[in-house]
């Protein structure tokens, strides 16, 4: 990639954001900061108790994710946020203008089965059916591309290496 962009690692619940991120910032060369690092404790308690959060739970956090990404313009550096609606995704660039988007993408019967598998993590699969009913995918107007999330990890992220180059070209 001709510039270091901060990159914005999206999608539902479950499609790989936590495992795909790191490995997409290694390969990029940059830093990975865990969007979910960033939500304020009663937002976690929310979603621990199966209660989706509402715009105004997320705003804090966009903006939390957004200040990161501003102070890494330039630098570059790959974060994850669902970053389910456009309104979401606005609010980023409105803070960090030139970030751009990996939408992970997948089978909503794929993704329900890595849910049940993953250890550790407050959000629960009740929530995925809200997660899809809010996904606004990206639009034509806004930097970013969507790579598919079978495969392994590794598969997964080459896929999303070379969409990335395709931006530059």
């Not at 990161?68 to 995704?89: E, N, P, T």
């Amino acid at each position: 990639m001709s510039t270091p962009h901060v990159v914005v690692v999206m999608g539902v619940a479950g499609t790989g954001k936590t495992t795909i991120g790191p490995l997409l910032a290694q390969r990029l060369g940059v830093p990975y900061a865990e969007g979910d690092d960033f939500h304020p404790e009663a937002n976690i308690a929310k979603m621990t108790a199966g209660t989706p959060l509402t715009d105004e739970d997320r705003w804090p956090w966009l903006d939390a994710i957004g200040a990161w990404a501003h102070g890494r313009a330039g630098l570059g550096g790959v974060v994850s946020s669902s970053a389910l609606k456009r309104s979401y995704r606005d609010r980023l660039r409105s803070a960090a203008p030139g970030v751009v988007f990996v939408h992970l993408t997948g089978d909503r019967e794929l993704i329900e089965d890595r849910m049940t598998h993953r250890q550790g993590h407050f959000m629960p699969t009740a929530l995925l059916d809200s997660q899809f009913a809010t996904l606004q995918p990206l639009q034509a107007d806004e930097t970013g591309v969507a790579v598919d999330v079978s495969g392994s990890p590794e598969e997964i992220t080459d896929r999303a290496v070379t969409a990335l180059r395709g931006l530059d070209g």
